[in-house]
């Protein structure tokens, strides 16, 4: 499931990556060549720039690459280590159901109940907003696939020191 979701991201940030570029060309391009810029090219990047943070958090979360201070947990033992990454963890997955999954999906219905459009794109703002909880989504299948992971291996380990 992780290597799924680490290639699903990587491709999906890569493309996004690719149209921001040519969107941003394309602008400068039209602005000071042409002279004339198209509005939605500064919408566009902006909402592809949403994107690329947002998802590329949810990525870095799943490559354990995300801010941390390791003042507390360099100075305990290993199992009382493990047990502060076990309420850390179970306190971002609380706060990222709350603020990215449920907090996200009432922004998408209000702005998608409102009729809310953007203004050069025309498109709707729910639609936008989307990559909220999606990204909600993979942070927590990330910590879930982790969690399997780090379970299996304590498992062949007390299984290696029984044998």
């Not at 391009?29 to 590329?56: C, K, M």
């Not at 690459?65 to 390791?70: G, S």
């Not at 003042?71 to 179970?90: A, C, E, G, H, Y």
């Not at 706060?95 to 459009?117: D, H, K, P």
């Amino acid at each position: 499931m992780k290597k799924t979701l680490d290639q699903s991201l990587s491709i999906l940030l890569i493309l996004l990556m690719v149209v921001i570029t040519f969107d941003v060309l394309l602008g400068v391009f039209t602005r000071y060549v042409i002279g004339n810029q198209p509005g939605w090219t500064e919408e566009l990047a902006r909402f592809l720039l949403i994107w690329i943070s947002i998802f590329g958090a949810a990525y870095a979360a799943g490559q354990h690459q995300h801010l941390a201070i390791d003042l507390i947990s360099t100075s305990l033992s290993p199992s009382r280590d493990k047990q502060l990454k076990t309420f850390v963890n179970m306190l971002v997955a609380i706060f990222v159901f709350s603020v990215f999954i449920i907090g996200g999906s009432r922004l998408i219905y209000i702005t998608a109940y409102l009729g809310q459009t953007s203004p050069a794109l025309k498109i709707p703002m729910s639609v936008v907003y989307g990559v909220i909880p999606v990204s909600g989504i993979c942070i927590l299948l990330y910590m879930f696939a982790s969690k399997q992971e780090s379970n299996r291996i304590a498992a062949n380990f007390k299984q290696e020191s029984i044998v």
